[in-house]
């Protein structure tokens, strides 16, 4: 199993990007959320809001992911893919059976 965490700049985006995964069979289900976000940029101390959008689905998929990412979004953003050391086994049985191996 692996888990994605994606940032974007709205909840509508994060909406858009999960649905897309989930009507390509890329994952099994997301989760998005409201951030704060502070970073330093171009010598500068930058905050604002931000949404993760975490991914839930199989070992395999990051280019699948970024190229949906990409379809719906034209800025620099973080992906990051995530491997749990441990998963309760009725999770791993849905997400096996919604989401074809890579």
Not at 42 to 65: C, D, H, N, P, W
Not at 75 to 89: D, H, K, R
């Amino acid at each position: 199993m692996r888990l994605f965490y994606i940032t974007l700049n709205t909840v509508e985006e994060a909406e858009r990007v999960g649905r897309a995964l989930l009507e390509r069979r890329l994952a099994v289900c997301v989760n998005w959320f409201p951030i704060t976000c502070a970073y330093r940029w171009e010598g500068q101390m930058v905050q604002e809001s931000e949404v993760v959008l975490i991914v839930k689905t199989r070992e395999g998929y990051f280019e699948a992911i970024e190229q949906v990412v990409r379809e719906h979004i034209r800025y620099t953003n973080f992906i990051g893919e995530l491997a749990p050391s441990g998963v309760n086994g009725s999770f791993l049985d849905w997400l096996h059976g919604e989401v074809p191996p890579r």
